[in-house]
C-alpha cells in the first residue's frame, strides 16, 4: 500500500511578500471638469459602481497594458 503524500502548504512568506507587493502606495490625484464628472457620475449609476478608484484604475491600466502591447518594440 503507499503512502499518501501530505500536499505541502504555501509558505507564510511567500503569502506575505506576494501581500506587500500589491498594496498601493502611490497615490495620484486628477481634476475633472463639471461636464466630465457629470458622465463619470451618470456611468457609475447607469452600472452601479460605487467606488469611483476602481473605475479609474481599470479604466486606466487598461488603456496603458493596451498601448504598450500594441506598441511593443521591434527588432526590424
Known amino acids: ?8 502548504g504555501v ?3 511567500y503569502l506575505r511578500k ?8 502611490h497615490r495620484q490625484v486628477i481634476y475633472l471638469n463639471d461636464r466630465e464628472m457629470a458622465a463619470i457620475r451618470q456611468y457609475c449609476d447607469k ?24 506598441n511593443h518594440p521591434t527588432l526590424f
Open 11 to 13: 509558505d507564510p512568506e
Open 18 to 25: 506576494q501581500k506587500d507587493s500589491l498594496l498601493r502606495r
Open 47 to 70: 452600472f452601479g459602481i460605487s467606488t469611483k478608484s476602481v473605475l479609474f484604475r481599470e479604466a486606466t491600466m487598461e488603456k496603458i497594458l493596451t498601448e504598450l502591447n500594441d
Open 1 to 8: 500500500m503507499r503512502k499518501k503524500i501530505a500536499p505541502s
